[in-house]
DNA sequence: GTCAATTCGGACTAATTTTGTCCGATACAA
DNA sequence: TTGTATCGGACAAAATTAGTCCGAATTGAC
């Protein structure tokens, strides 16, 4: 299991919700045009993102869903493992039986390492930090624009 | 693009082909059987091999393939990046046509840092490293087994 | 109470990627 | 010349990813 655009469409999905004040509710509708993602594709991917509890879903007309926690205490990577599931690299399948996949031969301990790599950067990145880094990058665009 | 089991069979191959003294051929026959890897898979992994200049072939009868760098020379990420092309996370696709996804956006700025983190552990790791890591491996274990 | 808006949940389909297989061509040794 | 190997590309099967669809349930407004 990977990262697919299951998982980049929920970080674009929450990165939406949380850029409006706290508690602000979104319409799947919304989101879906705004961020060009397809809407029942994405409908899907919030119905995990609710079971996972990181929003919560308000039904009926008038309806959404709204962020349940800080986005500051909301990491990447947990947005993505609530949409993908463990994110896992591949298992090795050296010939001894006696390899139980867990640390059992040399290569299972190699991609154990890299995976704690990626990670290591996905963990430390806030749903908070990411949309900081989003303001800064688009008001650089823009000032350059203009002097463009 | 991702790592798949060919790109661990890629390594499996030439830990195999390591192992041997240097400059030793190995047939694709032998090293399937003996690793447990589908013949004709194989086959098509080590013509990738060759191809990034990391095997030598050696066609007709008495033939094979032989290792053409030092094990200690050959980092785990080439032999993977030989077999599936670079290996590259999931390209981020923001709304805005600004993302180039070269660092366009934040999330695209992310995923870079995440795959440093995987190409680091990759990097670091030689063939010869993982040949040692695993026959200190095989030996622990024939130790239990000994005492068990 | 009815209607319209909205999520729920799961079955279904389409597209893509992964994981192979197969075979004729080519090269080499004996 | 014959037997053994790789070469290289076309082909096929399986798995995964990406996305659609639809009926049901829930809620707010009139």
Redesign the interface.
């Known amino acids: 299991m990977?990262?697919?655009?299951a998982?980049?469409y929920g970080?674009?999905g929450l990165m939406h919700l949380a850029r409006g004040h706290p508690g602000q509710r979104a319409m799947i509708d919304q989101v879906s045009r705004?961020?060009?993602i397809p809407k029942s594709f994405l409908a899907k991917i919030f119905q995990s993102l609710a079971k996972a509890g990181l929003v919560r879903s308000i039904r009926g007309s008038g309806g959404g869903f709204a962020l349940v926690k800080d986005p500051a205490d909301i990491s990447?990577l947990e947005i993505i493992e609530a949409v993908e599931g463990r994110i896992v690299?591949?298992r090795?399948?050296?010939?001894q039986p006696?390899c139980e996949h867990v640390g059992?031969?040399?290569?299972c301990?190699?991609?154990e390492?890299?995976?704690?790599?990626?990670?290591?950067?996905?963990t430390q990145?806030s749903l908070r930090d990411?949309?900081r880094?989003?303001e800064r990058?688009n008001s650089t665009?823009a000032e350059k624009r203009g002097r463009g």
């Open positions: 990977q990262i697919t655009r998982g980049e970080v674009l705004q961020e060009r990447v690299f591949q090795c399948k050296l010939a006696d059992g031969c040399a290569l301990g190699l991609f390492r890299a995976q704690d790599g990626i990670k290591g950067a996905l990145t990411l949309i880094q989003q990058i665009l």
